[in-house]
Nanobody, 114 residues
Framework: VQLQASGGGLVQAGGSLKLSCAAS????????RGWYRQAPGNERELVAR???????QYAESVKGRFTISRDSAKNTIDLQMNSLKPEDTAVYYC?????????WGQGTLVTVSS
């Protein structure tokens, strides 16, 4: 399984960005797909994920601002990020959790300037 993330960049506070994560390869027993982030000096944390069955889960800090969605035709997981804040600055990693292990994308940097 390979995960390819795209869409990071530099944006001013209050702006928007959309991240996309494309998956390729044979995937069985998917538990969830989503996005994590890691800011300098911090541990990696969950941002949002879609659990098998369709339920979504968000970090409290992004609720109401970020929306995670799945594009079945493209086999991507997208993260629409609105009303961005400087504290959203981090490297964002897409994740696929299977019954066997976690798979991670390469990370994409999101920088929000004040």
């Amino acid at each position: 399984v390979q995960l390819q993330a795209s869409g990071g960049g530099l944006v001013q506070a209050g702006g928007s960005l959309k991240l996309s994560c494309a998956a390729s390869g044979s995937i069985f027993g998917i538990g969830s797909r989503g996005w994590y982030r890691q800011a300098p000096g911090n541990e990696r944390e969950l941002v949002a994920r879609i659990i098998s069955g369709g339920d979504t889960q968000y970090a409290e800090s992004v609720k109401g601002r970020f929306t995670i969605s799945r594009d079945s035709a493209k086999n991507t997981i997208d993260l629409q990020m609105n009303s961005l804040k400087p504290e959203d600055t981090a490297v964002y990693y897409c994740n696929l959790r299977s019954v066997v292990r976690d798979f991670w994308g390469q990370g994409t940097l999101v920088t929000v300037s004040s």
